[in-house]
Each structure stands twice: as structure tokens, then as C-alpha cells.
């Protein structure tokens, strides 16, 4: 059939029906979109590596660390531009901001469950027990919204991926 708006050849009964079977994190391009992050951890954790190699080497960062932080700056920005094809209504790049802020979340509550544990076993006071026992609850409801928030990329994700006219292969 014709599309009545665009002229292009689509199965409209195969569009309407298509639905995502599949778990939420594995969402066409949930992936692709978290990638730029990936590198941007595996990236620095190389860059101290490198900073550590240069420090050795000669006083203080040198060639071998501007270069690195450099490389991991543009192949950051080369993935961020390849989230633009992900056919989330040009959101791809501020879905995968979302994803940097979720990660900067999700260590927040490490932080937060970690010194709250290990300070309600040092205290001796049973009120600051009770604020730390607090402090770990603050720190798991931290770790739902970071989830709730991978949900809603990946949400985003599939609602596109449901609104895009079906492949040949799909209908």
C-alpha cells in the first residue's frame, strides 16, 4: 500500500502491530546510545594508566597524557555524532546525556550506601546510627530512580524503534 501522506510504499497492518517481545536493556539502540559513556569510563581509566606511564617517565603529565585525554575527547564526540542516527525523534544525543547523569547517579549512591554503612558501624551514638541506616535508604532510592531512568531511555528506545515502518523481514 501507498502511504497517502509521503508516497512511499509501507504495510500499514504490519506497522500498527508490531510491538517489542524483547527485555527493556536490550532495545534497539539502547546500546549505541550508552556507548559514548562506556568509552568515556574505559577512556579515563587508560588516561591514569597513561598519566601514571608519564609521571614515570618525566616530572608531572606530559606528551603521552594531553595526547590520550585528547584521543578520548574525539572518539567521545564521534560517538555522541553516531547516536544522532538512532531513530529516537533527534533526542539520541540527550538520551545519552540522560545515561552520563544516570552513571554519575549510580556512583552518588555507592558513595552514599558505602560511607553510610561504614560510619554506622564506627558510631557509637544510636541517633546517628539511625541518620546512617537513613542515609543507605536515601542510597537505595537513588539506585531505583537511576533504574527507572535507564527504563525511560529504553523506553524511548523501543517507542521509536515501534514507530519506525516495518523492515520487509518484519511484516
Known amino acids: 500500500m501507498t502511504c497517502p501522506e509521503c508516497g512511499h510504499e509501507c504495510n500499514i497492518v504490519a506497522m500498527m502491530t508490531r510491538q517489542w517481545t524483547g527485555p527493556w536493556y536490550d532495545a534497539p539502540g539502547f546500546s549505541k546510545l550508552l556507548w559514548p559513556l562506556v568509552w568515556l569510563m574505559i577512556g579515563s581509566v587508560l588516561g591514569l594508566m597513561a598519566l601514571v606511564i608519564d609521571a614515570s617517565l618525566v616530572d608531572g603529565p606530559g606528551a603521552i597524557t594531553v595526547v590520550w585525554y585528547l584521543l ?6 564521534a ?71 535507564e527504563k525511560y531511555i529504553a523506553q524511548r528506545c523501543i517507542q521509536a524503534w515501534v514507530n519506525q515502518p516495518a523492515a520487509p523481514h518484519d511484516a
Open 72 to 77: 578520548v575527547v574525539v572518539v567521545w564526540l
Open 79 to 149: 560517538l555522541l555524532g553516531n547516536v544522532i542516527d538512532i531513530p529516537t525523534k533527534g533526542k539520541g544525543i540527550g538520551l545519552s546525556m540522560l545515561g552520563h547523569g544516570l552513571f554519575v547517579g549510580y556512583i552518588t549512591g555507592i558513595v552514599i550506601v558505602v560511607w553510610a554503612i561504614v560510619s554506622a558501624i564506627s558510631s557509637r551514638h544510636v541517633v546517628l546510627q539511625a541518620v546512617f541506616l537513613g542515609l543507605i535508604a536515601v542510597g537505595a532510592s537513588l539506585f531505583w530512580l537511576m533504574r527507572r531512568g
